[in-house]
């Protein structure tokens, strides 16, 4: 159901019913499946398996969009007659863009058969190891174990055809004891490279090693982040402030600062779905190629990422990072790189007098876009650094802090990247550790 010849048909069939409109039609695919489990005993397993078609209609400067799981003959019909009746009620808007024709794309090859196949049995036996590595000491487990493959297809009455495939593995788990929590994850596009084994053994020692949490006073901390709470930092950056339309809207707290120093030396960060990496596709949902674009270059902020709308605004070409249109959201990175560094993370734990190591945030949210100024909470491993080394867990903190800050106080990044998931999908983010000083913690927690 993946097959590009597969999805080419659907849209083809869609398109011979828009004649006398410009048309984009979209098509996907994906066949999912996920094991849940709880309390050390898998509560849930599930799978979906489905395709869908939207369709976009233009004409006189007015446009009307469709969409549909019935992909019949008579389902595709319907949807665009769908579409050709909201158009008719339309609004005219003069900056409405035609759709694209024809481009060209750098091949992604991010599919492996085996992800797809991987079987409800074999996802068990997979979280029946890591549980078993738990009950050794004396610990319970809840997690995910999920696999499956997408596809996704865009055609344009103008001649575009873009296709992309691509599969993913995700292992999450979550070690609990009555005092402490551990967490690990790891996410593939071939399940094969996922070792539960490890993930299993990560989440168990941070949990052991948390036991008896100390209760600590808020205030300005040296802060050692792992890569899953790097990149949800990085993720509210990507959306608020590295968004072309909230740049040219003003709404950016990088508007008009293009080619200022707003962070440190050692911040460079990038949009790149093909870094190795990346699970990105090689267009967006225009049918554009999707660019590499350097967004900060050692502390200078360079660009935003843009669609065809924000990019005319802007006096600028698009960047390849539009999302299904019409959308209000604007353009977004999806595959952000922080560039590394050259430590460690034992190292930038040992150099470390006194100070926190943080596993993961949760629930964290923008407090003030135009300061790029989060809170949240620590999670599943809070741990005290004393003489260049953990001495303990201490009990989850609160945390409010600017991003412009945290990242302009940036003592060192390791030279590992590891590519962690991302709450809006989209390939993922790839990140190193950090080192941060004089990061704020705003108050305490009861766990």
Known sequence: MFEESYLKGLADKALSFTSGFQAEVTVSASNKALTRFGESVITQNVSSRGVGLSVRLLKDGRMGKASTGNISDDGIRRCVETARSALGVSEKNPELLPVCGPQRYQPIERYHQTTVETSPEARADGVRKAVETFEQEGLEGAGIFSNGGSGLGIATSEGLWASHRSTNAVFSISAMSPDSSGWAEETAPDVNEISIDEIAGIAARKALDGRGPDTIEPGAWTVVFEPAAVADILLFLGWEALNGLALVEGRSCLSDKVGQKLLGDNITIMDDAYHPLTAGQPFDYEGMPRQR?????????????????????????????????????????????????????????????????????????????????????????????????????????????????????????????????????????????????????????EN
């Open 293 to 445: 674009v350097m967004l900060i270059e050692n502390g200078v902020f360079r660009s935003a990422v843009h669609d065809r709308s924000t990019a005319q605004r802007a006096g600028l070409a698009s960047t390849g990072h539009a999302l299904p249109q019409p959308n209000s959201n604007g353009p977004v990175p999806l595959n952000l790189v922080l560039s590394p560094g050259d430590s460690s993370l034992e190292g930038m734990i040992g150099s470390t007098g006194k100070g926190l190591l943080v596993t993961r945030l949760h629930y964290s949210n923008i407090l003030d876009p135009m300061k790029m100024t989060l809170t949240g909470m620590t999670r599943d491993g809070l741990f005290m650094i004393e003489d260049g080394r953990v001495t303990g867990g201490v009990k989850n903190m609160r945390f409010t802090e600017s991003v412009l800050h945290l990242l302009s106080n940036v003592e060192a990044l390791s030279k590992q990247l590891y590519k962690t998931g991302t709450f809006w999908g989209g390939g993922g983010t790839v990140a190193p550790a950090i080192k941060v000083n004089d990061f704020h913690f705003t108050s305490k927690t």
